[in-house]
């Protein structure tokens, strides 16, 4: 039985009139669509431990309050971490194949106790109850999560380089600020509404971190075609130098989406949440994540949340089978490239020719010719999309 | 701080004997390692398809309006 804590807060004032018409969207992860916003607690916060934590971590106290985390109340407790390592769901066995998890910033406090967790860039400002302290084998649990303790890995890394003593526990959001690109970000609560008043029953997520190319508009209007609506959802945040700026992928989506899809057929909103590069076992985060926006299915590519060679092409695609009750339907793509005999975007199971007619996407080659100030040819990137790229002196992290 | 707090837990069902034959026959040379790895399959996909939502937390119209004005005051509604 949960420990009651000690804060007396009171949750937001909600009632139980629910939006009639979402009975045709797909139920939130767990059926239950999360919210961990709380009025001022009526203690003294002052009263109350505080501890400044990173920036990753509010944001992971961010995505759990406003429900993209559902079911989630909070960081993992020991059986439901096990359950995740050990069977890729929660202890009561629904789907979770990525650990959330919170390191004691203090060895002074203890099971039953509430601390107050800030971080100054998001303001947040959240409670911690603590019901579980715990440690973990996280030699075993690298090689579960990322099927590799190779410390070149970025998640083995991050792993590592924790403490060994976890801490789980419901979390309560108090408080958080406005901050740059809000404009931008839509809850899985506003993104349900947005949906329901475009009248969209089916809505296709599609996950980026890059600008769109052809090869990427080719997916998404083919996954578009047979849904209603499609949900644009870039990952911001942490990025490592020679990506595309936050700013380049936003401004290059809005104006792909300006010239080349239907105003009532598209939307975009971000994502803030770390990348782990856990390859198939982040694909069925991700598509989660997109669940708990509203959306009825979720676009997997190849290697999807992949990095270096530690995963197989289709890994992201085959741990699927896994989850009959996942509750959002994948759309798989293999490679895809443009054949000059075909004179169009194909892939491996519509076209016929061989591969040397095939020109591949390249990023890297896209980013070559950007990088000179150039635009790339228009069978790449729509000329629209290249000129708002190379309307930022510095599209590029540094 | 124990590390190993938890066992992994199952229990057993009975089914009777011919099922349970039919359904080795069944699942050879497919990726079902076990009979109860292809009972557990089909039983998570059943029974998903018949839980109801919990009722989300949900919001009052007032909620509701709220929302849709910050959507159109972003320019996602019209």
Redesign the interface.
């Known amino acids: 039985m949960r420990k009651k804590s000690k804060i007396d807060y009171e ?1 937001l004032a ?6 009639e018409e ?2 045709t969207m797909p ?2 992860h ?4 999360i ?1 961990r916003y709380a009025h001022k607690p009526s203690t003294d916060l002052q009263e109350i431990p505080s501890f400044e934590i990173d920036t990753n971590l509010s944001e992971d106290i961010l995505n759990i309050a406003n429900g993209v985390f559902s079911p989630l109340t909070g960081f993992l407790c ?2 439901d971490l ?1 359950h995740v390592v ?2 890729k769901r929660l ?1 009561n ?1 629904i789907p979770w194949t990525i650990p959330i998890l919170f390191n004691p910033p203090t060895t002074d406090i203890k099971e039953g106790d509430t601390i107050r967790l800030t971080n100054k860039e998001t303001g947040v400002e959240a409670l911690l109850e603590i019901h579980d ?5 996280t030699h075993m649990l690298s090689q579960e999560i990322f099927r590799t303790t190779d410390t070149a890995h970025p998640g083995v890394a991050h792993v590592q380089s924790m403490k060994n003593a976890f801490v789980g526990g419901d979390i309560t959001l108090l408080a958080s600020k406005s901050r740059h690109f809000d ?1 931008y970000q ?1 809850t899985p ?2 993104t349900r ?2 949906f329901k ?2 009248g969209w029953r089916e809505i296709v997520a599609f996950q980026t971190r890059n600008p769109p190319h052809i090869g990427h508009e080719y997916v998404q209007k083919t996954a578009l075609t047979f849904v209603d609506g499609i949900f644009i959802n870039p990952i911001i945040g942490k990025k490592k130098s020679g990506d595309f700026k936050d700013e380049v992928i936003l401004a290059s989506y809005e104006t792909l989406m300006k010239h080349y899809y239907l105003r009532d057929r598209a ?1 975009m909103s971000i994502l803030r949440t770390s990348m782990k590069y856990a390859g198939p076992r982040e694909a069925i985060h991700h598509a989660i994540m997109r669940k708990n926006f509203g959306c009825t299915h979720f676009i997997v590519g190849r290697d999807h949340a992949g990095v270096g060679n530690y995963y197989g092409p289709y890994d992201a695609h085959d741990i699927f ?1 896994e989850f ?2 996942l ?1 959002i339907i994948p759309v798989f793509f293999r490679s895809f490239s443009r054949c000059t005999k075909c004179g169009s975007v194909v892939n491996d199971k519509i076209c016929p020719h061989d591969q040397q007619y095939h020109i591949n996407f390249s990023g890297k080659k896209i980013r070559e010719i950007l990088l000179e100030g150039k635009i790339p040819p228009e069978d790449m990137m729509r000329k629209e999309v290249a000129e708002t790229i190379l309307t930022f002196d510095h599209p590029f992290v540094e | ?3 190993e ?2 066992e ?1 837990k199952y229990t057993t069902i009975s089914i009777p004997t011919p099922l349970a034959e039919k359904i080795k026959r069944r699942i050879e040379g497919t ?1 079902f390692h076990s009979l109860s790895s292809y009972v557990t ?2 039983l ?2 059943v ?2 398809g018949m ?11 007032e ?2 309006e709220k ?2 004005d ?2 159109r005051a ?1 320019g ?2 019209d």
Not at chain 2, 51 to 61: I, N, P, V
């Open positions: 949750p909600i009632s139980t009139n629910t939006i979402v009975t139920r939130p767990g059926n239950k669509l919210n020991f059986d096990d050990k069977e202890a066995d302290m715990y440690t973990y084998d404009e839509l609560r506003e509404v947005l008043e475009k939307v089978k009959p009750d509750g | 701080m124990a590390e707090k938890n992994k990726g399959y089909v998570r996909e029974i998903s839980e109801e939502d919990e009722g989300e937390e949900a919001f009052t119209k909620d509701e929302v849709k910050r959507l972003l996602y509604l």
